[in-house]
């Protein structure tokens, strides 16, 4: 007969389909996160291009990150002897162990503080974010804006949830919004150590910023971020978000206390960051390098996925770095990217944030089943979880294929051949 064959077929392959995604997954996710199979190396090396090839085998690669990153802000000769972060730790008579996540995660009690906790009470990060969209600032705020100490929106719009700032002036420049905002911030008067400018279309790490500025002394002038050099003058581009220190903000409150100060500041649209880097400049301010030991760049006014694999390195961003970036991507400390939609940042947010993945053998997030199911009953149970079938003690293959089948459909072709016969074949 044609349709017990088919049955049993098709049983199988519904098996085999489940067995199988569960490989694709089970292989997808290992790779991703332990990375060193062959077969995923071989289908890419079949495009030819090496840098994606090389950068795919860092992205996929374990090995270095027990590494310290050392940032090269950290040369500063005024630092002394403090020149990493494992050094000021050390100062400040704090000692880090790894946790065991499943336990930090699933176990009953919380007995350590995470370290990124520890740095947002011991490093005072202020975010001020300038606001286009409002979409972007409430994701903001319901994702990175919420590790920041204090978080200051200015803009036009308004929002019911998101406490955006309306300066109501009206602005000659964009210079003098951002000296608006300076001044706003300084006169609000938080305790504050730094201060991170941003605009709406981007994601900020506090937790890594914060690792950045943690070996620095705020009462010092400090103005980070990624500098090009135009016409002569060094500056930190806005859409890689900025950074200066709270001395750096006294002297700028100093400098520009009120509007006509800040009117008379700059006059052109788009070019705040550079009217910032030239007043700093006559302060004697000027841009720290921000790359880490392999001088790979953090802040960053590219999206990720484009600095991994779309951009084409010959815009000024590049060609004029004050520092250039080399060797791969970004830092594994990298603090900014840009994010231009609300999903991506939330989807951003998720992975960064919530998605944990345990890779050694759990206790309490991955146990095991306490008694494990025998194969002959495994049936058993889904035909109780997924029809509410008790009463079963022993079914036909045909009357559990019928159950099945009532539920779940084949592909089409097969459906049809089966509904042709169904009228002859049909029990009863
Ligand atoms: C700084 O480091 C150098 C070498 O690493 C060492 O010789 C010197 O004693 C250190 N100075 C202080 C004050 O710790
Ligand atoms: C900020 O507040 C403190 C007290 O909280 C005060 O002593 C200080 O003068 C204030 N500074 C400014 C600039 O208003
Ligand atoms: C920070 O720098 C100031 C001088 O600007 C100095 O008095 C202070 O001791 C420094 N703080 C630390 C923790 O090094
Ligand atoms: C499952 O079936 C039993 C009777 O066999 C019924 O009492 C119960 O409400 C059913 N549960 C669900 C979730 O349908
Ligand atoms: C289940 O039913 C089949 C016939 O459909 C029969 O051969 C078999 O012995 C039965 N097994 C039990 C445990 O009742």
Same mark, same amino acid.
Not at 1 to 12: D, G, I
Not at 69 to 76: A, G, N, R, Y
Not at 88 to 117: C, H
Not at 336 to 356: A, I, Q, R, S
């Given at each position: 007969?044609?349709?017990?064959?088919?049955?049993?077929?098709?049983?199988?392959?519904?098996?085999?389909? #489940?067995?199988?995604?569960?490989?694709?997954?089970?292989?997808?996710?290992?790779?991703?996160?332990?990375?060193?199979?062959?077969?995923?190396?071989?289908?890419?090396?079949?495009?030819?291009?090496?840098?994606?090839?090389?950068?795919?085998?860092?992205?996929?690669?374990?090995?270095?990150?027990?590494?310290?990153?050392?940032?090269?802000?950290?040369?500063?000769?005024?630092?002394?002897?403090?020149?990493?972060?494992?050094?000021?730790?050390?100062?400040?008579?704090?000692?880090?162990?790894?946790?065991?996540?499943?336990?930090?995660?699933?176990?009953?009690?919380? &007995?350590?503080?995470?370290?990124?906790?520890?740095?947002?009470?011991?490093?005072?990060?202020?975010?001020?974010?300038?606001?286009?969209?409002?979409?972007?600032?409430?994701?903001?705020?319901?994702?990175?804006g919420k590790r920041c100490n204090n978080i200051y929106f200015f803009g036009q719009e308004k929002d019911?949830?998101?406490?955006?700032?309306?300066?109501?002036?009206?602005?000659?420049?964009?210079?003098?919004?951002?000296?608006?905002?300076?001044?706003?911030?300084?006169?609000?008067?938080?305790?504050?150590?730094?201060?991170?400018?941003?605009?709406?279309?981007?994601?900020?790490?506090?937790?890594?910023?914060?690792?950045?500025?943690?070996?620095?002394?705020?009462?010092?002038?400090?103005?980070?971020?990624?500098?090009?050099?135009?016409?002569?003058?060094?500056?930190?581009?806005?859409?890689?978000?900025?950074?200066?220190?709270?001395?750096?903000?006294?002297?700028?409150?100093?400098?520009?206390?009120?509007?006509?100060?800040?009117?008379?500041?700059?006059?052109?649209?788009?070019?705040?960051?550079?009217?910032?880097?030239?007043?700093?400049?006559?302060?004697?301010?000027?841009?720290?390098?921000?790359?880490?030991?392999?001088?790979?760049?953090?802040?960053?006014?590219?999206?990720?996925?484009?600095?991994?694999?779309?951009?084409?390195?010959?815009?000024?961003?590049?060609?004029?770095?004050?520092?250039? #970036?080399?060797?791969?991507?970004?830092?594994?400390?990298?603090?900014?990217?840009?994010?231009?939609?609300?999903?991506?940042?939330?989807?951003?947010?998720?992975?960064?944030?919530?998605?944990?993945?345990?890779?050694?053998?759990?206790?309490?997030?991955?146990?095991?089943?306490?008694?494990?199911?025998?194969? &002959?009953?495994?049936?058993?149970?889904?035909?109780? &979880?997924?029809?509410?079938?008790?009463?079963?003690?022993?079914?036909?293959?045909?009357?559990?294929?019928?159950?099945?089948?009532?539920?779940?459909?084949?592909?089409?072709?097969?459906?049809?051949?089966?509904?042709?016969?169904?009228?002859?074949?049909?029990?009863?």
């Open positions: 007969m044609y349709l017990p064959y088919f049955k049993l077929q098709s049983t199988f392959l519904v098996g085999f389909g #489940i067995g199988f995604i569960l490989a694709i997954l089970t292989f997808i996710v290992h790779d991703a996160f332990n990375g060193t199979s062959s077969t995923f190396e071989n289908s890419l090396s079949n495009t030819n291009d090496a840098r994606r090839n090389s950068l795919l085998k860092w992205l996929t690669s374990d090995t270095r990150n027990n590494e310290e990153i050392i940032m090269q802000v950290w040369k500063d000769q005024m630092l002394g002897n403090k020149s990493t972060y494992g050094q000021w730790l050390t100062d400040k008579n704090v000692r880090t162990n790894n946790i065991d996540m499943d336990f930090y995660l699933y176990g009953s009690t919380r &007995e350590q503080e995470l370290e990124s906790d520890w740095l947002g009470s011991n490093v005072q990060l202020t975010c001020v974010v300038f606001v286009k969209k409002v979409k972007l600032a409430k994701s903001i705020w319901n994702t990175w019911p949830e998101v406490p955006i700032i309306n300066l109501e002036l009206k602005l000659v420049s964009s210079w003098q919004l951002l000296c608006e905002a300076f001044n706003y911030v300084w006169r609000d008067n938080k305790t504050m150590d730094w201060l991170v400018f941003s605009k709406d279309d981007t994601l900020v790490v506090p937790e890594n910023l914060r690792y950045m500025l943690a070996p620095l002394n705020h009462t010092r002038d400090y103005y980070l971020g990624h500098a090009v050099v135009l016409w002569g003058q060094p500056y930190n581009v806005a859409d890689a978000g900025y950074v200066i220190s709270m001395a750096v903000l006294g002297k700028l409150a100093n400098m520009f206390g009120n509007s006509e100060k800040c009117i008379t500041g700059g006059k052109y649209w788009k070019q705040e960051d550079y009217y910032l880097a030239k007043h700093l400049a006559s302060m004697g301010i000027f841009p720290s390098d921000t790359r880490d030991q392999y001088l790979r760049g953090t802040f960053h006014g590219y999206s990720l996925q484009s600095l991994l694999w779309g951009v084409v390195k010959t815009g000024s961003y590049w060609t004029r770095a004050l520092y250039p #970036i080399q060797n791969e991507c970004c830092s594994l400390m990298s603090v900014t990217f840009n994010v231009g939609e609300p999903d991506k940042m939330y989807t951003l947010d998720y992975l960064l944030h919530h998605l944990y993945i345990i890779k050694k053998e759990a206790v309490f997030g991955t146990r095991r089943a306490p008694t494990a199911v025998p194969d &002959e009953d495994v049936w058993k149970i889904a035909l109780k &979880e997924e029809f509410n079938i008790t009463h079963l003690k022993n079914i036909s293959k045909d009357a559990y294929y019928e159950i099945w089948h009532s539920k779940y459909s084949e592909p089409g072709q097969l459906m049809t051949k089966n509904d042709q016969r169904k009228g002859l074949d049909k029990p009863n």
